[in-house]
């Protein structure tokens, strides 16, 4: 399987970017796993689950311009990479709305 994923992103680095999706079909448990070990220590209340933070890190490496990923390790590196940047925009997004965030400007 290893260099199967290895063929596939091959393929979607030489011009057929829709192999990503292939790709992320494959693996789908390991990033669904990777997404519960780093949501795990998230409150109660948080609003971004598993599965919506593995959609995000799809959106975000399937967006990106230049994404090189040369074989399956490079690319667990980027999605997990990607994970912990969204978990941490998710944070400042939702601690910026606990400062008033949008609020018209007292003076």
Excluded: W
């Amino acid at each position: 399987m290893a260099t199967e994923i290895t063929e596939i992103l091959a393929a979607a680095r030489d011009g057929e970017p829709e192999k990503l999706g292939a790709v992320f079909a494959a693996v789908y448990p390991e990033l669904k796993r990777m997404a519960s070990l780093r949501t795990a220590g998230a409150p109660a209340n948080a609003t971004i689950t598993t599965t919506v933070l593995v959609h995000e890190t799809f959106l975000k490496l399937a967006g990106a311009r230049h994404l090189p990923l040369v074989d399956r390790r490079h690319f667990f590196a980027c999605a997990a990479r990607a994970m912990r940047q969204i978990l941490i925009d998710h944070a400042r997004a939702a601690t910026a709305g606990k400062r008033g965030s949008g609020a018209a400007a007292l003076a």
